[in-house]
């Protein structure tokens, strides 16, 4: 692995010819908490008998599934695996010069290719759960309360797969994105993978999260990766790059009026983000923002449906607190993908402690794998 990615090809996941990987010159893997993984990989081209050797691989074209993985501390770790959605090349007058590239999604693109017209009874959850073994993931679903009945109003869907499974879960203030293991086979020439899809809150929340009550949110780190700004010379600084931003202008409040089902009488709701604060004793997005800031919304459904949706609007604004950070897998000895909890410090005591990645850009050549990451936290530390 002298370039820094293992790049695997096929339904097989087998490890691309040492030709072919001698040939890579950039990957590069773009993630999110919520939006679907996307990939690049450039090679470069040169001629053969008057043909293009890399772009005739049968490895590399259109629909082929690529995986892209790397080394961290003994094990593998996979950036993305989904299927070839484009290819464009530069062909330069000689051959020298020339380049080719692959760019895809991960396998979310294959749940967005048809539009279904479908109405649907039960738990969001439990259809979510149907959908995801129609793609053969293994899946991690949480039970979503309202439960949709012909009588009341059914589930209805009017839109692709990926849409309707993502609207699902910004509705009842969940995450949807696709995790995937790898590790080598017993012969070296392919990857075993296990490709999971997730319909959970990231992060958990506590038992009662929705309630003013609840614990604070358990922002426990899940990696050993510590970013490290600025610290003492002997701490090591492992970035390069490092803002912070806070919004303070999002809502923080929401009152509203929907249509009782079953009696047909306006119903009034409120609601407002109660998740609890990653900062134990913390201010959040309410205490600093004082002003009134009210959510717009509406809605289709019944009360129950409006106060979900509204608790899962304000819940996704109120994480007002952001940062981006640069560097390397060298600089951190490690690899940072979304979802991941993570420490930083050096920020001072109100800003230092857990966030959690949001998106992380995965730059990888021959030089080193370079990581642009960013972060989010819904609270702040108390003042001194």
Not at 234 to 256: D, H, I, K, M, R
Request: include cysteine.
């Amino acid at each position: 692995m002298g370039f820094g990615a293992i790049i695997a090809s096929g339904d097989n996941n087998e490890l691309l010819a040492q030709d072919l990987t001698d040939c890579v010159t950039e990957v590069r893997v773009e993630q999110s908490l919520d939006e679907p993984t996307k990939f690049a990989i450039r090679f470069q081209e040169d001629l053969e008998d008057g043909e293009p050797r890399v772009m005739q691989s049968p490895e590399l074209q259109c629909e082929q599934i690529i995986t892209v993985a790397v080394e961290q501390k003994g094990a593998l770790v996979c950036l993305v695996r989904g299927p070839i959605t484009e290819r464009q090349s530069s062909l330069t007058l000689g051959g020298p010069g020339s380049w080719y590239e692959i760019r895809g999604i991960d396998r979310r693109v294959e749940m967005s290719r048809v539009c279904y017209q479908t109405c649907w009874e039960g738990r969001a959850s439990e259809v979510v759960s149907q959908i995801f073994g129609l793609y053969e993931f293994e899946s991690e679903v949480q039970e979503t309360t309202r439960v949709y009945e012909e009588s009341t109003g059914t589930l209805n869907q009017r839109a692709t797969d990926e849409d309707f499974v993502k609207s699902l879960a910004r509705n009842n203030n969940l995450s949807f994105w696709i995790s995937v293991t790898v590790e080598a086979d017993s012969t070296g020439s392919a990857l075993t993978v296990e490709e999971t899809a997730h319909f959970t809150a990231s992060p958990p929340r506590p038992e009662g999260g929705n309630s003013s009550a609840a614990p604070a949110l358990s922002l426990t780190p899940s990696t050993d990766v510590v970013l490290r700004v600025n610290v003492a010379k002997e701490q090591c600084q492992n970035v390069s790059g490092f803002e912070l931003n806070q919004n303070a202008e999002q809502p923080t409040t929401f009152n509203g009026t929907a249509i009782d089902d079953r009696s047909v009488e306006p119903q009034t709701t409120s609601a407002q983000d109660n998740q609890p604060p990653v900062v134990d004793g913390g201010e959040t997005l309410s205490s600093v923002a004082t002003a009134e800031r009210t959510l717009c919304l509406t809605t289709a459904g019944n009360q129950e449906e409006l106060q979900t949706k509204s608790e899962s609007a304000l819940s996704e604004a109120g994480w007002f607190v952001t940062a981006s950070a640069t560097t390397t897998a060298h600089m951190l000895q490690g690899v940072l993908q979304p979802h991941d909890v993570i420490q930083v410090e050096g920020l001072g005591t109100r800003d230092s402690g857990a966030y959690q990645v949001s998106a992380v850009t995965h730059t990888i050549n021959a030089a080193d794998h370079h990581q642009e990451v960013q972060l989010r936290r819904n609270s702040i530390g108390p003042a001194a």
